[in-house]
T-cell receptor
């Protein structure tokens, strides 16, 4: 089976950089994706890492290290609208056992 | 244009009732999903269909039955509703299965189910 762990809360100020970590324990791990969810809203896709290394999409970047069973989401130039919950998610090589992490609530302060 | 739509948005019902939630996507995707998000925000996959075929069927009570009349629709029927079924249910879609680009999923707005 799969399990993913994330910090429950992170707080940062506008304009800062924040890193949200995700560690996983799984067999046959395939890749790591990241989703953002605002209160009362639906999850929206941010990024996917199928290979080790860094993926950059605007202010957001995501990193994966399979050897360390670890990934992170990096948010730069934080804005108030980035206050939301962030989830990592992954599955095995057969497209089964798809699991979301417990989510990290990011609060951006003025 | 709404990419993934769900109806109803809110559903309040009594224990023991049977209810359905409908989902439609106009993205031309082949794969659709149902998720349950509980009050602690844990998101859990329930089912996934690819071209109307069930490909993921997690440990979910038999009272939950998905139905996919065509690849653009995936409905969720729940029998004999229980208090613990209260949650937000999200439908989602992706171009392919999880090993075929399915990690980028598009979620519907959610259906908040409250069982009294």
């Amino acid at each position: 089976g799969q399990s993913l762990e994330q910090p429950s809360e992170v707080t940062a100020v506008e304009g800062a950089i924040v890193q949200i970590n995700c560690t996983y324990q799984t067999s046959g791990f395939y890749g790591l994706s990241w989703y953002q969810q605002h209160d009362g809203g639906a999850p929206t896709f941010l990024s996917y890492n199928g290979l080790d290394g860094l993926e950059e999409t605007g202010r957001f970047s995501s990193f994966l290290s399979r050897s360390d069973s670890y990934g992170y989401l990096l948010l730069q130039e934080l804005q108030m609208k980035d206050s939301a919950s962030y989830f990592c998610a992954g599955h095995d090589n057969y497209g089964q056992n798809f699991v979301f992490g417990p989510g990290t609530r990011l609060s951006v302060l003025p | 244009d709404t990419a993934v739509s769900q109806t109803p948005k809110y559903l309040v019902t009594q224990m023991g009732n049977d209810k359905s939630i409908k989902c439609e996507q106009n993205l031309g995707h082949d794969t659709m999903y149902w998720y349950k998000q509980d009050s602690k925000k844990f998101l859990k996959i329930m089912f996934s269909y690819n071209n109307k075929e069930l490909i993921i069927n997690e440990t979910v009570p038999n009272r939950f039955s998905p139905k996919s009349p065509d690849k653009a629709h995936l409905n969720l029927h729940i029998n004999s509703l229980e208090l613990g079924d209260s949650a937000v249910y999200f439908c989602a879609s992706s171009q392919g299965t999880l090993v075929e680009g399915g990690d980028e999923q598009f979620f519907g707005p959610g259906t908040r189910l409250t069982v009294l």
